[in-house]
């Protein structure tokens, strides 16, 4: 064996080593031990970042560091757009910046301080990068070290009850991407959503209870509850909206729900929804807002409301062109008010939308500047929860697919 055979077993060797370390270490214990197989492997110091519960902070695993903000940094930069970032420091030191990815969603960034980078090293740091997005995944379903971190203030019950419920944020392969976000973050209660995605199939729900507090959030989680157990079986759109009306009306008979239920088939583009009491999906194609081309007729919500309706559910379908997104939301984001007592209104929250997707950046990019245009405009105030989920479509086929994240 000669000398770069032997450093490459070496390699090899610390990397299995992590692995194994990293099943029974403790969340909080993986900057030592990632720092650790580092230093074996000529790499240097590395941070772990992960983002915060909105998204606007990249907050350190390590205790003592600053937080990053996303939008203003190099590690932001390397989040937003899921590449990797490389600068110079004044001390002659390179700062690499790797982005830290779940499948489809964004987890945080890696940093990695070296006085020296070439292509082993990089591949090593890769590697490093996909180890740590493993464990954490692995982790954060039984561990509350890392929601910690993730928060910047204490979590009203409802939400941290609604919460507990919610799949991943961004989920997708190469031909889809659905990826959602909720406002306001520590307060939500009665909104949520759901996705999932198999073989051929994308499924994505977004759901809104009446009201906003505790009953609200138990409302949805029997709701999302009904629908996950539906799509487990092999039902249908009509089947799962059936499965939910059945649900509330024996469990919550003096509550509703409005939501919009949809399938995305991977292979044709076929968008199937079904839409009850909720306002209607949002087509954007080439940057614009398609107006009105998914608005259908109004059917009854879920639950108390359903059971005096003689109209049967619809189902309803079009065919998605290449890079189509849609947009599902809840009212609360067009009637957030503004400081003048008016509600913020499908007029602005379609020039945002636009703004917002019109830079062909990632989908999950586009809806987290979304919520933060709306979040941060001067005048506006969220008075009910305000949910978005954003579908994007690319064929088989097709070029460009869609990035993770």
């Not at 954060?140 to 941290?160: G, I, K, N, T, W």
């Not at 509550?255 to 088939?265: A, I, N, R």
């Not at 109004?298 to 947009?327: I, T, W, Y």
Request: aromatic letters at 4%.
């Amino acid at each position: 064996m000669n000398l770069r055979d032997a450093q490459a077993a070496g390699g090899e060797r610390f990397l299995e080593d992590l692995l194994a370390q990293t099943h029974t270490a403790t969340p909080m214990d993986l900057p030592v031990l990632v720092n650790r197989c580092a230093e074996a492997l000529g790499l240097g110091e590395i941070v772990i970042y992960l983002t915060d519960l909105q998204q606007r902070r990249l907050v350190a695993l390590t205790e003592g560091l600053p937080t990053l903000d996303i939008d203003a940094s190099a590690a932001g930069w390397c989040y937003r757009t899921v590449s990797l970032r490389m600068e110079d420091t004044d001390t002659g030191v390179l700062c690499l910046w790797l982005p830290v990815v779940d499948g489809a969603e964004r987890l945080g960034v890696l940093g990695v301080r070296t006085r020296a980078m070439d292509a082993v090293r990089l591949r090593r740091c890769r590697m490093l990068t996909d180890i740590v997005a493993m464990a954490i995944t692995s982790k954060r379903a039984y561990s509350d070290s890392f929601a910690r971190r993730a928060r910047v203030e204490r979590m009203q019950l409802p939400a941290e009850m609604l919460r507990a419920f919610l799949p991943p944020r961004t989920i997708g392969n190469a031909h889809v991407v659905s990826t959602a976000v909720l406002e306001p973050a520590y307060e939500i209660g009665g909104d949520a959503f759901d996705h999932s995605l198999s073989q051929s199939t994308l499924h994505a729900v977004i759901l809104d209870a009446m009201g906003h507090d505790l009953a609200s959030g138990l409302t949805t989680s029997v709701a999302l509850a009904a629908c996950r157990n539906a799509r487990r079986a092999g039902l249908g759109l009509l089947d799962l909206v059936e499965t939910i009306d059945q649900a509330l009306a024996q469990w919550l008979p003096d509550k509703y729900c409005t939501g919009v239920m949809t399938e995305v088939d991977l292979a044709t583009g076929l968008f199937r929804w079904t839409n009850c009491g909720h306002p209607p999906p949002v087509l954007i194609r080439e940057g614009r807002v398609m107006h009105r081309a998914l608005e259908r007729t109004a059917q009854p919500p879920m639950g108390l409301p359903a059971r005096f309706s003689e109209d049967p559910r619809a189902v309803h379908e079009v065919n998605l062109k290449p890079g189509d997104r849609v947009l599902l939301y809840t009212d609360g984001v067009t009637e957030a008010r503004t400081a003048g007592g008016g509600e913020y209104g499908m007029d602005r929250f379609t020039d945002s939308i636009i703004l917002a997707t019109a830079a062909g950046e990632l989908a999950a990019e586009s809806l987290r500047r979304l919520i933060h245009a709306i979040l941060d405009s001067g005048d506006s105030d969220l008075r009910d929860d305000a949910t978005m989920l954003l579908i994007e479509w690319w064929p088989p086929t097709g070029e460009p697919t869609p990035r993770r994240g």
